[in-house]
Structure formats: structure tokens, C-alpha cells
């Protein structure tokens, strides 16, 4: 049984999920890709969802996302960072890393939309970069 502490319903997690979606534009209409793209999807919304129900990821009136770290995450606990959308600065900054340096795009991207150093997520729990990872890549996906 799932014991985890939810200060949001899903009513309203889930209507703050389409607000940033909306904002953002990104596309999630399922008709529109495979059944592999299908199961991504779901499972960034539902990573997204259960950050804004734990009260750890909310969208604002300015089209941004708050995330507020966990304590998991002991060097960043309790910070919050905002979230935009990437300017075309950060598809830049990833040129310069090979095809096989994969997380280096992802955290300079990441250093992009939240404007923090590169080297900010590398002492972030993974609790708290997953949800940060289901932003990024739900609007890349896109």
C-alpha cells in the first residue's frame, strides 16, 4: 500500500498539469503518437502529477514551475528554483558534448530553464531530478 503523504488531490494536481502543458504547449493528445510514446508520456505526466500532490512542483501565474527540493536532496532541502521554458540558448549549449554524454545535455538543459550551474544537480537526490527530468523531456518530446 502506497504510504506516501499527498497535501494536493489529484483533481487539482491534475488541472495544474494541464495549465503547464497549456502554457508551455506541449502536445499529449495520445492520438498523436505510437504506443511506445504512449507509455513515455504517461509516465512523465504521472512523474509530474505526484511532484505537484507531494506540494513540490506548482505552476505560476507566470507560466514558470516552482520546485521546492525534498530532504532527500540534504545540500538543497527545502530550496526552491523556478522553472522556464528553454530558450534556444540551451539547445546551443548542448552542441559541444558527444553523442554518448547524456547527462551532461541533460543537466546543462536543465541548468538553462532553471538558471543554475551545471554543477547544482550533481548533488540532487534522484527523488527530486526525476521530476525536474519529466519537465525537461515532456517539453522536448514534444
Do not use: C
Not at 502543458?21 to 504512449?38: C, G, H, L, P
Amino acid at each position: 500500500m502506497d504510504q506516501t503523504k499527498y497535501i494536493i488531490d489529484v483533481d487539482t494536481a491534475t488541472e495544474d498539469f494541464q495549465k503547464f502543458v497549456d502554457a508551455w504547449e506541449i502536445e499529449i493528445d495520445e492520438s498523436n503518437f505510437n504506443d511506445e510514446e504512449k507509455v513515455d508520456i504517461k509516465k512523465l505526466q504521472g512523474q509530474i502529477i505526484k511532484s505537484i500532490r507531494l506540494g513540490r512542483l506548482s505552476y505560476m501565474d507566470d507560466e514558470s514551475l516552482e520546485y521546492v527540493f525534498s530532504e532527500k536532496s540534504t545540500k538543497q532541502s527545502g530550496q526552491k528554483i523556478s522553472i522556464t521554458r528553454p530558450k534556444g540558448s540551451a539547445y546551443l549549449g548542448i552542441d559541444q558534448y558527444k553523442e554518448q554524454q547524456g547527462a551532461h545535455k541533460t543537466y546543462s538543459i536543465l541548468a538553462m530553464m532553471t538558471k543554475k550551474p551545471i554543477s547544482f544537480f550533481s548533488d540532487i537526490d534522484g527523488i527530486d531530478l526525476k521530476p525536474l527530468q519529466a519537465v525537461m523531456t515532456l517539453f522536448l518530446a514534444d
